[in-house]
């Protein structure tokens, strides 16, 4: 598959001129520990630093990807530029909730400001509470229901409730790859 994703990434250079190619890579942690494969590291390593191919490589994971950079044999190592992305603030946070929504659903603004209070611009808290609210409202669509399509405050709490009793295999991980003084950390926060 390697060599055939290189031509096809040869063929794409006519195409996009002076654009490029942009490959986005979640769970990057597991790329360097050998979970994807033993020939993927080099690979990636080799489309970063060839400029012959038209691609930017985005790599999305925890902390530990700044921490493979340092790290002589990491495929990150002196190629890659890092950006943290962290907490929306309350008008971004809105954004998150209303723009896949628009359209179908309007919020209250009441609803809006409880959802930035409960996750505090969280994003992966945002979606996931965005998402049950689409949910719910389908369920009952779906159903043969009728509702309202104004999501009130009770609705986004009914709905941070759902969210709260459902597992969550990001938060478990960041749990696991903690020390014990992170959790207590977030055992008091919490």
Known sequence: PYPDFKGFLLGLKPQLGLQRFLLMLDEADLIPQRKLGDLLPGFLRALMQEPEYPMLLLFCGTHALKRM??????????????????YLTAPESAEVLEKPARDIL?????????????TRGQPLLLQSLGATLINRFNAVVLGGGERSNYVTLSDLD?????????????FEQHWQDSDAATHRVLAALA
Not at 73 to 78: D, G, M, V, Y
Not at 110 to 115: C, G, R, S, V
């Open 69 to 86: 950079s340092l790290e002589y044999s990491s495929i990150l190592f002196n190629t890659a530029q890092f950006r943290t992305v962290s």
């Open 158 to 170: 009914k709905a941070a409730a759902e969210l709260a009793q459902q597992d969550n295999a990001a």
């Open 106 to 118: 309007e919020f209250d603004p009441a609803a809006l400001d409880n959802a930035y209070h409960l």
